[in-house]
């Protein structure tokens, strides 16, 4: 006792433990060796037999054995594109169809050899083609519908449908960092949007050399859509551009009966006479100064402003006017002269193609031919001349003294006023949505 007494008083805890553990083994045990019911060999045995009715899974698997669905997919047309290479790329395999759009007189030239064109197609889980469209624009009020589809007995028919293209309203801004390109690159716009922008703030903005990193701009631009698909871009309608803390306006407005123009938000005309530039886009690589002649190697005076371009980019008439020589002239190579009237007039060098005749009428950036080496030229580039009464003059500084085109009628004001609050909410609607992303 003496001893138990003793283990108790210096080993509690392990008496407890070894007195818990017997505890849980004998009522496992007990567990164990319980009966809770007869023995399962002495219960009697009965056999039972029921009709079943079975499930109507048949029925179904067969139903959907027979069910077809159909996959879409778009694709843009390549120049090097056959009809199999573009039916592969959409996700299609199908000889007859592939056969039927090389050989038909309405899809083969609508599909074929018209890089850029958007195609969409609808096809079996079985990649055999069901319908293919394609959308194009005719002019800035219309689109065609080329249009080919299987027929019941497995061939295939086309035809084309005319339909109005319908405008919509989109709108954009940036931050220049490096370029305006660059910019609006970033924010999605497109090319031909920057090419306006250029243009309507071009008599306030030396865009070639006086943008600076920080400068914003915000634009709000018409999108020509065909079944809901942006087919065009269209007109700038409203635009913002921040130069230097300079803020620019401007939107257009079409008086009833007039032309329309751009304007700032006080209804003065942007409009001018000519453009600042004869290329949509480029960089200046030797202005209206002195300089070292590439070719000469002396220094002389350079009466032009040449602009670096690839080979083949378009050259437009800065203003209208008529030409009053198309060919080659010396070391000018190829050569297009407009005489604007009022003693001005243009000239255009170094051109790869000639797009006009003498004696023809050109509106205000129409294309007149295109970027070239010809004549004394290390490269190709344009050479753009700018005359009055005969001498050449500094054709950016003529583009910035120039005088509006037109001016608002005192009619037209209650509505042009209406217009420019509309407008101004839109701008700052843009305008703020590029505040936030530079913000993040």
């Known amino acids: 006792m003496s001893r138990v007494a003793h283990v108790l008083e210096h080993h509690p805890r392990q008496v407890t433990a070894a007195v818990a553990a017997m505890l849980l083994t004998a009522g496992g045990g007990a567990y164990a060796v319980a009966s809770l019911g007869p023995d399962p060999s002495l219960l009697p045995v009965r056999e039972i037999l029921e009709n079943v009715q079975p499930l109507p899974l048949a029925e179904q698997s067969e139903a959907l054995d027979a069910h077809r669905f159909s996959l879409f997919n778009a694709e843009a047309v390549r120049s090097s594109d056959t009809a199999e290479t573009l039916l592969a790329r959409l996700g299609v395999n199908d000889p007859v169809a592939a056969s039927f759009l090389r050989h038909d007189p309405l899809a083969r030239p609508q599909l074929l050899g018209t890089p850029g064109r958007l195609v969409n197609a609808e096809f079996t889980d079985g990649r055999n083609l ?192 008529s030409v009053d020589f198309a060919g080659t002239m010396s070391g000018y190579g190829n050569v297009v002269e407009i005489d604007h009237g009022k003693g001005a007039s243009t000239l255009y060098a170094h051109l790869s193609r000639i797009d006009v005749r003498k004696g023809q009428r050109v509106e205000r950036g129409q294309r007149i031919g295109a970027v070239g080496a010809t004549g004394w030229a290390t490269g190709p580039h344009l050479h753009f001349e700018f005359k009055e009464n005969g001498q050449q003059r500094d054709p950016l500084e003529v583009a910035r003294r120039q005088a509006p085109a037109t001016e608002l009628t005192a009619q037209s004001r209650t509505q042009f006023t209406r217009v420019a609050q509309s407008m101004r909410t839109q701008l700052a609607v843009a305008a703020s949505a590029n505040m936030v992303a530079s913000a993040r």
């Open 130 to 321: 069901l319908r293919l469209t394609v959308r194009w624009a005719m002019d800035n009020a219309s689109f065609r519908r080329l249009v080919v589809e299987r027929q019941a007995d497995g061939s295939f028919a086309s035809r084309i449908e005319a339909a109005p293209l319908v405008a919509s309203l989109r709108i954009g801004s940036g931050s220049v960092r490096s370029s305006l390109f660059a910019a609006v690159d970033e924010a999605g716009i497109p090319d031909a949007v920057t090419t306006q922008l250029v243009d309507i703030f071009s008599g306030d903005i030396d865009f070639h050399r006086n943008l600076r990193a920080g400068d914003r701009f915000a634009v709000v631009y018409e999108t020509l859509e065909a079944d809901g698909e942006p087919l065009r871009t269209g007109r700038v309608v409203s635009a913002q551009f921040v130069n230097g803390g300079r803020t620019l306006e401007a939107l257009w407005f079409e008086e009833q009966g007039q032309r329309g123009g751009y304007y700032d938000f006080q209804g003065h005309s942007l409009q001018r006479a000519f453009l600042a530039s004869p290329m949509e886009v480029s960089r200046v690589t030797s202005g209206f100064a002195m300089r070292m002649h590439p070719i000469h190697n002396t220094w002389r005076a350079h009466k032009g402003v040449d602009y670096g371009a690839p080979s083949g980019a378009p050259v437009r008439s800065i203003g209208e006017g």
